[in-house]
């Protein structure tokens, strides 16, 4: 039985991975079929960011340390920034104010794959969910970027609503989650199973205006959009985003750049 081990940086439990449909077969295959659909050939370049320790981050309200969890090596995140304690839905800050930036990347279109993790913090309130993801076109000012990330208290939930709230996009600062919530109900949030503190493999393909979320190696994704906020032009960086009362893990992060496209379909 799985055992949630929150109590310690360094685990010794076994990695629990959630049940899927698809073998390594079919995850290669899709990967293919990305790229295909990427025009990214063969000569195009993966960037690999071990992130085993903070060279070449720049970190962002939030601090960072090399740490194991479950047997593999990463970087434990979370920000520095006093706790929130409001119930507030407008209150309730899931991301945007800690980042953690990978210095050198500039990102429009392409491939973005990480192993992540993410469990409240000792103390948390009830409302803390292990916030934890991706953020992308992350502007020179930090003032605006794309992102998903992951609540992975809400996987297994006793509550299908918690669960349909598993993952989330939004864009930052217009488009949080109570706001696509409010004005366009489970458009922007799906279910996956999640486990808190378990790598979860995620996968983020951008091409313009639209980025679809994969989970687990999944052949199909978890959450699409085809209506990024910040448009289909934008670039910027690549960052690791932690969330509030939560504490964030990263590791094996890879980019692959793919052509802008000028917005065709």
């Known amino acids: 039985m799985f055992r949630n081990p929150r109590s310690s940086i360094r685990v010794d439990a076994g990695t629990h991975t959630p049940r899927r449909s698809c073998g390594i077969h079919g995850a290669l295959v899709t990967l293919a079929t990305t790229l295909t659909l990427l025009n990214i050939d063969g000569s195009a370049q ?24 479950n047997g593999k090596k990463g970087l434990r995140v979370t920000e520095k920034l006093p706790a929130q304690t409001s119930q507030s839905p407008e209150a309730q800050r899931t991301t945007g104010k800690a980042l953690v930036v990978v ?8 491939v973005i794959e ?8 000792p103390g948390a309130p009830e409302t803390a969910r292990g916030f934890v993801g991706i953020a992308f076109r992350v502007q020179n000012d930090l003032g605006a970027f794309e992102q998903f990330y992951l609540r992975p208290t809400n996987g297994r939930a006793d509550d299908q609503e918690r669960r349909n709230h598993a993952v989330q996009y939004s864009s930052y600062p217009d488009w ?3 706001r696509t919530r409010k004005e366009t109900p489970s458009k922007y949030e799906a279910y996956v199973d999640l486990v808190p503190d ?16 994969y989970v687990h190696d999944q052949e199909q994704p978890t959450l699409i959009v085809n209506d990024l906020k910040m448009g289909g032009q934008a670039k910027g960086a690549i960052a690791l985003l932690p969330g509030p009362n939560s504490i964030a893990y990263f590791r094996n992060l890879k980019v692959t750049l793919a052509p802008n496209t000028g917005g065709r379909q």
Do not use: C, Q
């Not at 210095?103 to 392409?110: A, K, L, Q």
């Not at 378990?198 to 979320?213: E, P, Q, S």
């Open 46 to 69: 993966t960037r690999h960011y071990p992130l085993v320790s903070t060279a070449g981050l720049r970190l962002v309200n939030a601090t960072a340390e090399p740490a194991t969890l």
């Open 103 to 110: 210095e050198g990347t500039e990102f429009t279109n392409g």
């Open 114 to 121: 990480a192993e992540i993790a993410g469990a409240p913090a």
């Open 176 to 178: 949080l989650f109570f």
């Open 198 to 213: 378990v790598w979860t493999k995620v996968r983020i393909v951008v091409r313009d205006a639209h980025a679809r979320l």
